[in-house]
């Protein structure tokens, strides 16, 4: 898809003309008078009859008849001028795509209400690129879209003339570069597990490092016991189809004294069917999903190649398969670790907080500045804050504020939570260092605190994202299935730094 930025008038030649209005642009806006001189007067009478009044995810769409280029015009309403921020344009360009898609158009103008500045046309051009995204891959015949949106341009009004400045192309390339890494994240989550095995998930981040020139390192099984990851070990166990240990580098090309560093670590279970410790049957094809926080690691890594920050990221992967199997890890057991602690096994349905254990002990050893992982890690979590809202972690007050803020202005829900000292007695054990799940209350913060023990002295985030990683409606970003969430908070923290 090329996005373009070009000036609007009622004459574009696009399937679909999609106006973005505040509710105080209503009354004398000089596009929707142009549009409503060139429709005869029937938008007005439309935006009457449908009580239009611009209000934030309000919506009118008005057929042309020929009247003009586009088959159709579309409002779509901001809320009040003065509350517009880019989470309310990013919602309003994908809603714009959304429409596209339905409608089978190919050419999109999107009409701002802005100057074009680089925050306004990077919101729009992400909004857009994650609004049509679809996962069509396995869909055959009538089922496969006969058209998508191949070119869509960005509107300025009340100007004379538009000619992009390098800072607006870089803007929208920007915004392309994130909405694609996001949509790599929601590939990844919604591929079926028979495809995306560990080796497979590998694969794509060693290419994903490639194209944008980043080192990569992948261990396979044999490598991993050698290593001596033997919770990852353990847990790959039981499948035949091998775990992997992923690490791809960013290092801005300057050198610069005092750089922060930063670990990414996602946990990247192609499929959790318990283990040993198996699932009920209803909702257990979901956990293909369980693979999510390394899915928006490497999608991340895809953003940061291309977006080059000053910071010094390590995404960091621990992928496995949790099966039941005769070779299959089985509570009881005790395996010791790469932190060198040893771990008693209570259920092998709390695999994840197991292979982030190992991903852990190896990111602390980079010595980074924070470590922040991201996991699908308790169905608990669901239960305390719902389906979009993740959990967060933090040991440290300063970092906690700036990752919150990020969080908001990048319009992604994550709740602080308490990591209740008291709970660790939980997970005392008394054959082994410690067990690996206590309490059945208070199971999200369990599981921190069981991640807590892989940290060492590193300040670092844990985000348990098992609500909004995958979602069975659509959101206002994008459709069922993978969402892609936490790419957007991560890059606004990055920035901010
Ligand atoms: N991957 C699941 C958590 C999950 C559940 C994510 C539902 C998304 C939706 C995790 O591996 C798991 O099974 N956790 C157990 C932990 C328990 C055995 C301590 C859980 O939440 O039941
Ligand atoms: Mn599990
Ligand atoms: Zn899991």
């Not at 040893?342 to 852990?360: P, S």
Request: aromatic residues 6%.
């Amino acid at each position: 898809m090329k996005i373009t930025l070009g000036l609007s008038g009622s004459d574009a030649e696009v399937d679909l003309f999609a106006v973005l209005l505040a509710e105080e642009d209503l009354a004398g806006d000089t596009l929707l008078n142009a549009l409503d001189e060139a429709l005869s007067g029937t938008l007005r009478t439309a935006i009457k009859d449908d009580e239009f009044t611009g209000k934030r995810d309000a919506t009118l769409a008005v057929m042309t008849y020929g009247k003009t280029p586009a088959r159709k015009v579309l409002l779509i309403g901001l809320g009040p001028a003065a509350k517009v921020t880019a989470i309310e344009l990013r919602a309003a360009a994908a809603k714009a795509a959304k429409v596209a898609n339905a409608d089978k158009a190919t050419k999109l103008h999107l009409a701002l209400r802005g100057k074009g500045d680089a925050a306004e046309l990077r919101a729009a051009a992400e909004g857009v690129s994650l609004g049509c995204y679809r996962f069509t891959k396995y869909l055959t015949g009538d089922r496969r879209p006969k058209k998508e949106l191949e070119s869509v341009s960005l509107g300025l009004r009340g100007v004379k003339s538009v000619k992009a400045t390098a800072e607006q192309k870089h803007a929208i390339a920007a915004g392309e570069a994130v909405a694609s890494a996001i949509n790599l994240a929601r590939d990844l989550v919604n591929e079926p597990p028979n495809e995306l095995t560990p080796a497979a998930l590998a694969d794509v981040a060693h290419d994903v490092a490639k194209a944008h020139g980043l080192k990569v390192s992948i261990w396979d099984r044999a490598k991993i016991r050698a290593e001596g990851m033997k919770l990852l070990d353990a847990v790959g166990r039981g499948s035949s189809n091998e775990p992997r240990f992923i690490h791809i580098t960013y290092k801005p090309e300057k050198a610069r004294k005092g750089r922060p560093r930063v670990c990414l670590v996602g946990k990247g279970l192609t499929f959790d069917s318990g283990g040993l410790c198996i699932k009920p049957a209803p909702g257990m094809g979901d956990m293909k999903s369980d693979m999510a926080g390394a899915a928006l690691t490497i999608g991340a890594m895809a953003a940061i190649g291309a977006l080059k920050p000053d910071v010094e990221v390590h995404a960091i992967v621990a992928a496995a398969e949790n099966m039941p199997d005769g070779d299959a890890y089985r509570p009881g057991d005790v395996f010791g670790s790469l932190d060198g602690k040893t771990v008693e096994i209570i259920n092998t349905d709390a695999e994840g907080r197991l292979v982030l254990a190992d991903a852990l002990a190896f990111a602390r050893k980079l010595e980074p500045d924070l470590i922040v992982d991201h996991a699908t890690l308790t169905g608990a979590c669901l239960v305390a804050l719902g389906t979009s809202t993740a959990a967060f972690y933090c040991n440290d007050e300063e970092i906690s504020k700036r990752y919150l803020d990020g969080a908001k202005t990048a319009g992604e829900a994550m709740w602080r939570m308490p990591l209740i000292e008291e709970l660790r007695d939980g997970l005392k054990s008394d054959v082994a260092d410690l067990k690996h799940t206590g309490d059945r209350y208070g199971g999200s913060i369990i599981g921190a605190l069981f991640l807590r023990e892989f940290i060492g002295d590193r300040k670092w985030i844990h985000l348990d994202i098992a609500g909004p990683a995958y979602l069975d409606r659509v959101s206002a970003l994008g459709p069922k299935g993978g969402t892609g969430y936490g790419i957007l908070a991560f890059l606004q923290y990055l920035d901010s730094l």
